[in-house]
């Protein structure tokens, strides 16, 4: 089927291509009728407009972007992203722009796609994920004037609008109610040490611990994958003095680990207590159910996707934080074992 054209529109409704350019723009030139004569016919056809002239009229590519440095195969196991993408595509799909998507297997990737995309205006913003320590990609992207919100922060955002949510608080809330317990030996597994956010929560986790006087506290850093999450949870359980409670930086790890546990024969609660990060379906369905940090992924999503949109059109934005972290405390914690 031939995709219909204003020429098609104007020959059904019997007037000029120009007027049904100034109907089709919302722009005067016509008459009321006329237009909504217009528009009907449009309707009619299934126009719609093409992004390519668009681009060529008024420089916008109609779409936004979003690198993922991951490995593929992880974002269909890992509910954190599943939900983010949700939410951008919530806000985008009612302004009817577009998500590109990209996933890259290293940094280098992910920086270079940058380039191309701005190259190509194939995007009119991106969304940065991942933060890093001295992150390249801020450097690049304010050298190329590209719009960008990065999703995290507020430390080593540049100058770049954030969306954020209060991590610190939110791990500060854990160490306390597994102190409140009775807990004085706890680890946590987190992710890699080169991100922003797991240095913010590692910071607060080793305040809080050292607040709370706790005997023994310590961080390893893992993937987020559940094999690495299950090996980090292999070599805490057998060590001469274990842990009693373990937090993880993701829920993928936190259910891995709780299948090493079992295999091990540690019991949850009774003997080890387990706390995810990220609340998630994954969560809920395991035996007994994690205790975990639940944060609205999706909220992030969209307010960084209103947030790049506006910022596209030219107006001021401000770094926008979310609704707080909470913890919902499920089956899998509980006092520590008597010595």
């Not at 980090?232 to 993880?248: C, Y």
């Amino acid at each position: 089927m031939k995709r219909p054209t204003i020429t098609d529109i104007a020959w059904r409704a019997g007037v000029s291509k120009g007027a049904v350019s100034y109907a089709l723009n919302g722009r005067p030139g016509v008459s009321e009728p006329t237009r909504e004569r217009i528009l009907a016919i449009a309707a009619e056809l299934g126009w719609q407009p093409s992004n390519a002239a668009r681009a060529l009229s008024d420089g916008r590519a109609g779409a936004v972007g979003l690198v993922i440095d991951r490995p593929a195969h992880m974002l269909g196991i890992e509910p954190f992203f599943m939900q983010l993408i949700s939410g951008i595509e919530a806000e985008l799909s009612e302004k009817a722009e577009a998500l590109l998507l990209k996933v890259t297997e290293d940094r280098v990737a992910e920086v270079e796609t940058y380039r191309r995309w701005w190259a190509e205006r194939r995007v009119d913003g991106v969304i940065l994920v991942d933060l890093c320590d001295d992150d390249p990609r801020v450097k690049l992207i304010e050298e190329l004037k590209l719009p960008a919100v990065v999703i995290g922060g507020p430390a080593g955002k540049g100058q770049l609008p954030a969306v954020w949510s209060d991590d610190a608080s939110a791990m500060r809330a854990v160490v306390d109610y597994l102190a409140a317990l009775g807990h004085r030996s706890i680890a946590r597994v987190a992710g890699p040490a080169e991100f922003v956010h797991t240095a913010v929560r590692t910071k607060a986790f080793t305040a809080a611990a050292r607040q709370r006087r706790l005997d023994r506290v310590q961080t390893v850093h893992a993937d987020y994958t559940g094999e690495a999450g299950g090996q980090a949870t292999r070599r805490l359980l057998a060590e001469a003095s274990p842990p009693t409670a373990i937090v993880f930086d993701n829920d993928v790890m936190a259910v891995a680990a709780l299948a090493v546990a079992h295999e091990m024969r540690v019991h949850v609660p009774e003997r080890l207590s387990i706390v995810a990060w990220d609340d998630s379906a994954l969560c809920q369905l395991v035996h007994p159910a994690l205790t975990a940090v639940r944060r609205n992924i999706a909220e992030h999503g969209s307010r960084a996707a209103a947030l790049l949109l506006r910022l596209v059109a030219g107006e001021p934005v401000t770094d926008d934080e979310c609704s707080a972290p909470t913890l919902a405390t499920r089956g899998s914690t509980a006092p520590p074992p008597r010595a």
